[in-house]
């Protein structure tokens, strides 16, 4: 009888063998659900929730959150996966069947006697050699087009359907290589807008170099499109209003109180009368045309003598389009319009109006020399966007990923393969029973080939020796071309992996899969229950 | 100005969904589709609310005109039961109505995401969770079948969340649920004001739910400002604290916040009951802390007498009703009532009163918490009394119930804004020519109900200063109204009847009066919330060490509520 019970009956509680019995179930099973959908080749799953909501996916991560988890180890696991989503953008399913696995071969040592620490620290070995491997066959790359589109291509083909990913990739690495300049690295991502379009097919999908905006002008009048615009950013208000909430007006007769209203409106006026002088200044005579980008509200009122002016003026604009706007059509944000110069304004080539059904968008384009970029991801119904949105964050973040680290690793199961081979002659250096576990973590890492091939329907054992005597073989590394099911030079494909995610995977997994084995004793109490 | 005042609602936590919900159905019993309609006709145009005020025009993807509430809510997963996340006027979902459609439809989404380029091999594996319950009533309003005269839908027992009886349909961008948070059965799951604080301060949450209030407020013209609903014995109240901050910093506009107290103790993970009670105590100091700065009014409002120490379950009691104390869908009815008439005060059509205007006018020299007090059903008579006869009878002042846990305003020295509803212009008086005894009462010279309560209160209340509203339009109380709360004297119309009402007969409308109510007696509320602080250990509490509160934080908010209590020190102001 455990301990916890003298105290506290009502605790559960699972000891040794059962304890890990427990955490090794929990971890198969979150490997089972998943394992269908690691590759370019695996799976789509439809989430149906329970009250009809529908979601499309094959992300790893976006399934982990979806899936309501019960099980505490398996919750453990889960959590593991999305920290690696976090720091790295990918790796979610490979996080959970490596974890999975590990514990699996494990499993097969511990139940023939092994002491769980002996395993531990063979495991603890095995990685610091995997890293080594990692280390020696990252290949240094250049920043091109070209090397950013493979890593792209490889990470976007796994979520999305090839011909998408292919159409994505452009978009997601001309995206980042608008905005990236050799002074500030990594690329800040939030320069890149993602806004959704409720409208025609997925493909339609595009780079809008300049910006999309999710509102549009509030007066009839105003003009639809404009082309060579003047953008004036600004975070002023042109509201009436404000005025009435931070003082009172005291008064003693109606017309005094007329005069009060009057001065105060006279003062918001003034302002309009500034944006309107210096749109005189700079237009008047020419075929160029005003933009107002506000941040604060605009009313009727102010709206009704910008539109008699021809001046498009949008009103509450996000906080972060201000700085996106600033790059994306040179200019400052203006805080005061005390003193407006032309020197403050942006240019963009046109702006329009697009309305869709209650949503108006308001496009900024043809900008001289965007430094923030906007991906239009359309769509025709909610979970297809959403799916797109997804997959479109991962693969900026594996282009970012691949400017911080300027290396990659060949993918396609490649890498897996050559540390299982390398970790085999490893094996004979150590003494002792922990040559088992490091046996145990090669074994563990053949999973990830394995499971590439069984999603692209070909026989996992064959594959498995075509690829590591190919690869032994071999100076360059071999991963499997899931077409045929042959070895192939990830290189001639362009097949890469991030090197951070991986080293990122490697670590995380033998920690928590460490963690796991150690536990002997699984027990619920709550202070509740301790009152009994 | 012509243009519409515009203001937007916000809801934060499961309660104050409740209480949301039954608000909006109530808002929706009261529109006119058609004045040529008897039910319509009665009540004349600027006796109407102006519903533009708190609702939107808006076009789904059918190119249908939608109308739905300026509303967000927050909410824990596991609330919206059969309710799908992106709403049900938008599309984007299975209908779960009918056994055989759904599956029909789910083939034929199943195909066509097949058939686009989303998808590797033309497979799609579906994993569909079990269909959501879904109550009787919503059953039966999906098929446009209520039935309002006798079947009783039992929502009292059978009623699991807000969803079950909201008759209201809200836009997609209403609904917010928090990520991997579920509703519990019996801890709420976002436990301490820290933990709420923190869920705002997360970066995706924080960016979409601002995002999406800045959508709304930019489709207005003049905006007024914001009414805030939120639960505030749970970390809801973080939330809402911060969410305050954001709207001043970003919009300043009115902020009228109503915080909600559950009618009963709720429990937090890892907490014995006397643990829960200090959790309590110190969401609510540190939401008092942000309001006191932050909201131009707040009013909390239970069903409850007493909140802190209250561990008899102590409840409000309004002559004429009875409702079970501890029942969610039930007491929220009675809040939500108050909240309706309550605020008619700035919604009315025509009414040149503003919510800013209307929040300055009680709450002077910064004694920004008021309280709130009703009276529903009015205890008029059916046939026999009229309006002053009523008020003769009761020249006490004692009129209203109190619905602010722990706070009595007193009769005398007291601000207070008064809403009547629901009582006709025939009932006020009689004519001259019959009206015998009323003849020598002074108030008969009044002709309109607010003057008649103005000058009541003039003689009922010392020194005190009352403005009232009336309106002729009742509180509907059809279904899902709880019509079961209402004791069996009480006419279909909403009148006390010397006997009782036809049995199988139920209560449609009721005349109601609500009041928001200012005094130097409601510092005793806060010297209540005071003195429990001495008895909490902030070590103890282990899921606010968790949650990283700093103890200066703490002793700040305590002494944030000392200094606003001293603006409730004497009462020279009036």
Known sequence: MASISLLNPKAEFARAAQALAINISAAKGLQDVMRTNLGPKGTVKMLVSGAGDIKITKDGNVLLHDMQIQHPTASMIARASTAQDDSTGDGTTTTVLLIGELLKQADIYLSEGLHPRIMTEGFEKARDKALEVLEKVKLPVEINKKNLMEIANTSLRTKVHPQLADLLTEVCVDAVLCIANEKQQPVDLHMVELMEMQHKTDTDTQLVRGLVMDHGARHPDMPKRLENAYILTANVSLEYEKAEVNSGFFYKTATEREAFVRAERDFIDQRVKKVIELKRAVCDGTDKSFVLINQKGIDPISLDALAKEGILALRRAKRRNMERLALACGGTAMNSFDDLQEEHLGYAGTVYEHVLGENKFTFVEDCKNPLSVTILIKGPNKHTITQIKDAIRDGLRAINNTIADKALVPGAGAFEVRAYNELAQFKDTIKGKARLAVQAFADALLIIPKTLAINSGYDAQDTIVKLTVEDRLSPELIGIDLATGEPMKPTDLGVYDNYIVKKQILNSCSIIASNLLLVDEVMRAGMTSLKG | ?574
């Open chain 2, 1 to 574: 100005m012509e243009h519409t005042r515009e203001i937007i609602t916000l809801q934060f936590g499961t309660y104050a969904n409740y209480v949301g919900a039954h608000f909006w159905n109530q808002q929706e019993a009261n529109f006119v589709y058609d004045r040529d309609d008897n039910d319509g006709g009665q009540v004349a145009e600027e006796e109407l609310p102006h519903n533009d005020v708190l609702y939107r025009e808006g076009r789904n993807e059918y190119n249908q005109t939608t109308y739905t509430p300026r509303l967000l809510t927050v909410d824990v997963g596991g609330t919206l039961g059969h309710l799908p996340m992106v709403g049900e006027l938008y599309g984007n979902y299975l209908p779960l109505l009918h056994e055989q459609t759904t599956d029909d439809v789910l083939q034929r989404t199943k195909e066509s995401a097949e058939q686009s380029k989303l998808n590797t091999d033309g497979e799609l594996d579906v994993l569909q969770q079990p269909t959501a319950a879904i109550s009787e009533y919503q059953q039966d309003l999906l098929k446009n079948q209520v039935n309002l005269v006798d079947k009783d839908y039992k929502l009292a027992e059978s009623c699991n969340s807000w969803a079950d009886y909201l008759y209201a349909r809200y836009h997609p961008r209403s609904f917010n649920v928090l990520p991997g948070l579920m509703r519990q059965a019996d801890v709420q799951a976002l436990g301490t004001h820290a933990a709420g604080v923190e869920l705002w301060q997360s970066v995706d949450f924080n960016e979409e739910f601002c995002d999406r209030i800045r959508l709304y407020a930019e489709e207005c013209d003049g905006l007024q400002g914001f009414q805030l609903l939120f639960d505030i014995d749970d970390g809801f109240s973080g939330m809402a604290s911060k969410c305050l901050e954001h709207l001043n910093d970003e919009y300043s506009r009115t902020n009228l916040a109503l915080p909600l107290h559950y009618p009963r103790n709720v429990g937090y993970a890892q907490a014995d009951p006397r643990t829960a009670h200090n959790i309590r105590v110190v969401n609510s100091v540190l939401s008092y802390g942000h309001l006191s700065d932050q909201a131009s009014m707040f009013t909390p409002l239970s069903t409850l007498s007493t909140i802190w120490r209250n561990t008899t379950l102590q409840s409000r009691h309004l002559p004429g009703l009875k409702w079970q104390v501890d029942n969610l869908y039930q007491s929220s009815a009675v809040l939500a009532a108050f909240v309706d008439t309550a605020t008619l005060g700035y919604r009315l059509r025509q009414t040149p009163e503003t919510l800013s205007r209307f929040c300055q006018r009680i709450c002077p020299a910064g004694r920004t918490m008021t309280a709130a007090a009703m009276s529903l059903p009015l205890g008029m008579q059916h046939e026999q009394q009229d309006l002053i006869d009523y008020l003769d009878a009761n020249a006490n002042g004692e009129l209203l119930s109190q619905l602010s846990p722990g706070c009595e305003p007193g009769s005398s020295h007291l601000l207070q804004m008064i809403v009547a509803r629901g009582i006709p212009l025939t009932r006020l008086k009689r004519p001259v020519a019959e009206a015998g005894e009323q003849l020598r009462m002074a108030a008969y010279r009044c002709d309109s109900v607010s003057q008649m309560l103005q000058l009541y209160y003039q003689c009922a209340y010392h020194g005190s200063l009352t403005h009232a509203t009336a309106t002729t339009l009742p509180l509907k109380t059809q279904l899902p109204f709880p019509y079961e709360i209402f004791d069996a004297n009480i006419s279909s119309n909403g009148f006390r009847l010397l006997g009782e009402r036809e049995s199988g007969t139920r209560v449609t409308s009721a005349p109601a009066l609500a009041a928001l109510q200012n005094s130097s007696k409601l510092g005793e509320h806060l010297d209540a919330l005071h003195a429990q602080t001495h008895r909490v250990q902030l070590a103890k509490l282990q899921s606010y060490s968790q949650a990283a509160l700093e103890r200066d934080e703490y002793e700040t908010a305590v002494d944030k509520l000392l200094e606003f209590r001293d603006n409730y020190e004497d009462s020279h102001y009036l």
